[in-house]
């Protein structure tokens, strides 16, 4: 435990919502650095990320959970399962929909899951860049039927706007506790970890549907050579292949931007030049296999 002031403040907030509302944007927003992955595309996130932010009066700890929808196989039982499992262990839960669109069935069926939570329920209507200032009371009160809401924010994860607030309003209901980690560290997560992250972005941001979330990425190697270079070894599993063939691409282009594009932005976390050495294997509808699950690393 690190010396704490007297009367500070800490505790967990767990992040919630349908896929693509923008969970990813603002843990990132809040944190102030990339620990979370984002995409246009939906379940994106599959793990628990623990993220820190530290000031002076309090710290907070954010998981942003997989989105929480009716499961279709046992990888999104396990997801849902992962998500509300988070929200029981939480001080409050941000529940972030879309300004732009009216509550749909996937937000109702979060809010039933949360009417069984104590945790205090944050509605965050966010993008609301994307509406017109005088729409966002009405989208609020088409939400707000949903849960007794402690708290209503409107946001914009992406622009950073009423974050500010929305962090202070969170210390609010936070109890008096101790600093849990050191005030620069800002995930709890190894680089290994993030790094399998960004290769898995790069191939959801490139590959449009052909490539569905049946992708893993598990790196296996990561060696700091004499020279100051970090060689990094990864391999992306799918399940069939044509898959495969999609992710190598004509005469390994497409293989070789993932690459790239992974490259560099690893370097930019490690802060050192990368060696990045990718492979693609398949291993056929590793989805349903509970045990490959967990050699996965989806870890509870
Ligand atoms: P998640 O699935 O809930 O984690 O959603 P992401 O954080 O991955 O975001 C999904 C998409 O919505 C990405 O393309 C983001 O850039 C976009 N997005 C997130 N927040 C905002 C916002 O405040 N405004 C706008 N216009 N787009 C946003
Ligand atoms: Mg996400
Ligand atoms: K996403």
Redesign the pocket.
């Known amino acids: 435990m690190l010396n704490t002031p007297e009367g500070y403040r800490s505790g967990f907030v767990a992040l919630v919502?349908r896929?693509?509302?923008?969970?990813?944007?603002?843990l990132n927003k809040l944190v102030g650095q990339k620990v979370?992955i984002?995409?246009?595309k939906?379940q994106?996130?599959r793990h628990k990320i623990h993220s820190v932010l530290t000031r002076n009066d309090a710290q907070m700890v954010f998981l942003?959970t997989p989105?929480i929808h009716k499961p279709r196989h046992k990888l999104g039982e396990y997801m849902v399962d992962v998500a509300l499992g988070a929200l029981k262990e939480v001080d409050v839960a941000l529940f972030?929909v879309e300004a732009s669109e009216a509550p749909g069935p996937g937000d109702q069926y979060i809010a039933e899951q949360l009417k069984g939570i104590k945790t205090p329920v944050f509605l965050m209507l966010?993008?609301v860049?994307?509406i017109q200032r005088e729409a966002v009371l009405e989208r609020i009160l088409q939400y707000k039927d949903l849960l007794p809401f402690a708290e209503v924010i409107p946001?914009?994860?992406?622009?950073g706007e009423n974050v500010e607030r929305l962090i202070d309003t969170i210390i609010k209901y936070l109890p008096e506790g101790p600093q849990y980690y050191p005030a620069d560290m800002v995930t709890d997560r190894p680089e290994r970890f993030i790094m399998a992250e960004i290769i898995r972005e790069k191939v959801l941001h490139l590959t449009s549907e052909e490539i569905p979330h049946s992708v893993a990425v598990v790196v296996e190697q990561i060696k700091e050579r004499n020279n100051g270079v970090v060689a990094v070894s990864a391999v992306i599993y799918t399940e069939r292949d044509s898959q495969k063939a999609i992710l190598i691409g004509k005469g390994g282009n497409m293989l070789k931007e993932v690459g790239r594009r992974s490259r560099e932005e690893i370097e930019n976390l490690l802060g050192s030049k990368v060696f990045l050495e990718l492979w693609v294997k398949v291993k056929k509808d590793w989805r349903n296999k509970m045990t490959d699950i967990r050699n996965f690393g989806f870890t509870k």
């Open positions: 919502g896929p693509n509302v923008g969970k990813s944007t603002l979370a984002m995409s246009d939906p994106t996130t942003d989105g972030l966010n993008k860049d994307l946001v914009s994860a992406l622009a």
